[in-house]
């Protein structure tokens, strides 16, 4: 810790502002919680990279960062505080049982409970033009998007189980799905691999990386150039869509020390969104799960937020009654493995 460094007493702190933080932050505003909820950019998370969603309940059609604007005015209604532009570098248990979270300054933020919402990344290709086109005609979310590549062609870049599922359901909308793949087999299971074998829209390129995405700076995307590497050709593809699904990464590198995760490095929580450290919550894109919607990471950060009120509320209780550290530690325990915040 820097030696001018501040240390921030709160209640609970969350650590990213998507939508599964804000909604962590509307509730534990409206618990009466100091709130203090660090983000490294700006609030929105992915909304901000996300052109229109049709996928939220109440918003048929709605600008991405016109959300992100209407879920940070209703977090903030309820007092939580925002800091923008704030990255933070570590969530930190410390003996006392409370956490540490420290930010690039070295500035401490102090809670009982946290809540961690970091999220996760799409990995890149690192491509000429895929960032400038990303949110007009480059995805890496087949049901967040497909519905705005209806009778369009579109291409998939992938080989794995996400690449070639999401290609599978892209065809309910596109005309024609080009299934880009770098080597001469997909490594996802073959039941998946027959369905895409079997699907008249669907042809699939071997032995082919992506190299550039071509676009118009009004109409967004138009074409694809890609690389055959055994032929050594190189051709452009008339698509208006390329879809990429080559990893994904869970940002849980801040968490500081042990927690429970499954092979992917995704932390695996109880039913109230604890993880195996007690008092660290977590919710949206990190956490294992199905599916990554902002619909679920609203509904994982509700119960996140409500969890962390009833366990702060405890926490509170016991400093007030002197418990020891002994008896902090199997009251946690016990919350873990009831499941519950009674």
Request: glycine share 10%.
């Amino acid at each position: 810790m820097s030696p001018v460094a501040t240390i921030r007493d709160y209640d609970v702190v969350i650590v990213g502002a998507g939508p599964a933080g804000m909604t962590a932050a509307l509730y534990t505003g409206r618990a009466m919680l100091r709130t203090a909820v660090l983000e490294r950019g700006f609030p929105g998370g992915e909304l901000l990279n996300t052109e229109y969603l049709d996928d939220v309940i109440g918003f048929p059609k709605v600008l991405g960062h016109e959300l992100a604007e209407k879920f940070a005015a209703h977090a903030k209604q309820f007092g939580a505080e925002f800091f923008e532009t704030t990255s933070v570098t570590s969530v930190k248990k410390m003996p006392d049982g409370y956490f540490h979270t420290e930010t690039e300054t070295g500035d401490i933020f102090r809670s009982p409970a946290a809540i961690v919402t970091a999220g996760g990344t799409p990995i890149k290709l690192g491509i000429p033009g895929e960032l400038e086109y990303a949110g007009r005609g480059v995805s890496y979310c087949a049901i967040c998007d497909a519905a705005f590549f209806k009778q369009q062609v579109v291409a998939v870049v992938g080989g794995g189980d996400a690449a070639v599922e999401e290609g599978d359901f892209l065809t309910r909308y596109a005309n024609k799905v080009y299934l880009i793949h770098r080597r001469h087999e997909f490594r996802a299971s073959k039941i998946l691999q027959q369905h895409v074998f079997d699907n008249p829209k669907i042809e699939v390129i071997w032995d082919t990386v992506a190299e550039e995405v071509e676009g118009d700076p009004q109409s967004g995307m138009t074409g694809l150039r890609i690389h055959n590497l055994v032929t050594q050709e190189r051709r452009l593809l008339d698509a208006t869509g390329l879809f990429v699904f080559i990893g994904f990464r869970p940002n849980t590198g801040v968490i500081a020390g042990h927690f429970d995760h499954d092979i992917m490095g995704y932390v695996l929580t109880d039913n109230a969104m604890m993880t195996s450290m007690p008092g660290l919550f977590v919710a949206g894109d990190l956490r294992a799960q199905l599916t990554r919607q902002v619909t679920t990471a609203s509904g994982d950060a509700t119960t996140a937020a409500i969890a962390a009120d009833k366990y702060i509320t405890r926490f509170k209780e016991m400093q007030r009654e002197g418990s020891t550290t002994a008896e902090r530690e199997a009251l946690e325990s016990s919350h873990v493995s009831a499941g519950g915040y009674t």
